[in-house]
């Protein structure tokens, strides 16, 4: 529960140009302050932009949306999270690694291989889904009504194995592997299944961890790769196995969304289904000259083969039992992702079958 939080103080100063809609003339009747702890190159700045240009312009200047990029706002979840409860921002973008310690159930997100393509995962986190409905209700309940969760987008594609040392086809090659994860004990669990040695290490320091070996893998989307250049630092072999869809959650104050008459609510959850498509775009374009980069310079890219996959996903199913035991509100969410997806899968290889025939 947030209650017991200790507020954070927010003293920032208004980007340049920024305060004011273009479509308002700056007299905009209502301000949404979005923030996302990214940069200029990231899906999450490619998502807000689309964000604010439909809201703005679909409002008449009625809404005016002020991007606050970085960490002027808020420095990591925790601080996040409670400025939008608090009010001192009104939209965030958060993963479930960063979100975790408030929500735990939203680490269903993480969980290995349980969706297997694009198509499945952007059907399952369609707004209106059996699975999505499920969160946002979570979400309320856990926050007391002062967080809404407005969408699931992607941040990255898909999370693979990448390290320094050699080629992982199947389980067995992650045995002994000093895997980087973040804090949160999912990822920890799930590297522990195969084998590997779970090494939290903060994001910043990773660079230097691959260099002096404390370190020897990650679990990382091909984007964040090459953007951090860790190829320079060793990190040579990537094996698509694709274990989990790096889902970006989306979170608004609620009484400020609450606040605007009901046709600008309105504006504002279609801007949250134009911001959602576009971060599911946005890595599918920027991961081809990525893969690229990365055979080119020296690189080894392996596609796992079906019964390889497999190999994978049998050796993490202890992951799910621990997960439904262990995280609050677990089996619950973990019952809605497995239905949504059965559900999506059968639908989808009816259309596919329709399609080919």
């Known amino acids: 529960m947030l209650k017991g939080f200790t507020k954070v103080a927010l003293a920032a100063t208004l980007l340049a140009g920024s305060a004011f809609s273009a479509y308002a003339g700056g007299h905009a009747e209502y301000t949404i302050r979005a923030t ?5 190159n990231d899906e999450d700045y490619d ?3 689309v964000f604010k240009n439909y809201v703005e312009a679909a409002s008449n200047g009625k809404i005016g949306v002020e991007l606050f990029i970085g960490t002027q706002l808020c420095s990591n979840g925790t601080e996040c999270l409670q400025g939008i409860a608090d009010g001192t921002i009104d939209v965030v973008i958060q993963t479930s690694g960063g979100t975790a310690g408030i929500f735990p159930f939203v680490q269903v997100l993480d969980l290995p291989y349980l969706m297997a393509d694009d198509r499945v995962a952007e059907s399952v986190l369609a707004n209106g889904s059996p699975f999505v409905s499920t969160m946002k209700s979570m979400v309320d309940e856990y926050s007391d009504g002062a967080i809404r969760l407005m969408t699931v987008g992607n941040t990255g594609g898909w999370r693979n194995f990448a390290n320094t040392k050699r080629r ?30 779970p090494t939290p290490i903060p994001w910043p320091e990773l660079f230097t961890s691959f260099q002096t070996g404390v370190v020897e893998g990650s679990k990382n989307g091909i984007t964040d790769i090459m953007g951090m250049k860790f ?16 889902g970006a959650l989306w ?5 400020k969304f ?10 504002v959850v279609d801007g949250f289904y134009q ?20 055979v080119a310079g020296g690189g080894d890219l392996y596609v796992p083969t079906p019964g390889e996959k497999a190999a994978f996903k049998e050796a993490a199913a202890p992951v799910y039992d621990w997960f439904k035991a262990n995280v ?18 059968g639908d989808l290889n009816a259309v596919r079958a329709a399609d080919i025939n």
């Not at 996302?36 to 200029?40: H, L, M, Q, V, Y």
């Not at 190829?231 to 790096?246: E, K």
Request: hydrophobic share 40%; glycine share 8%.
């Open 328 to 345: 609050d509100g677990g089996e619950q969410i973990f019952d809605a992702l497995v239905g949504a997806v059965a559900e999506v899968e």
């Open 251 to 255: 979170f608004m104050n609620n009484e």
């Open 231 to 246: 190829p320079d630092a060793g990190l040579q072999y990537v094996t698509l196995d694709g274990h989990a869809y790096m």
């Open 47 to 49: 998502g807000l932009i």
């Open 36 to 40: 996302a702890n990214s940069n200029e």
């Open 168 to 197: 992982v086809q199947n389980p067995g090659d992650m045995e002994g592997l000093k895997i980087r994860t973040v804090v949160a004990d999912l990822p920890q669990e799930l590297v522990r299944a195969l084998g590997a040695s």
């Open 258 to 267: 609450m606040s605007m008459p009901e046709e600008l609510r309105t504006v």
């Open 275 to 294: 911001l959602q498509q576009a971060t599911f775009a946005s890595p599918k374009r920027k991961s081809i000259q990525a893969y690229a980069d990365f």
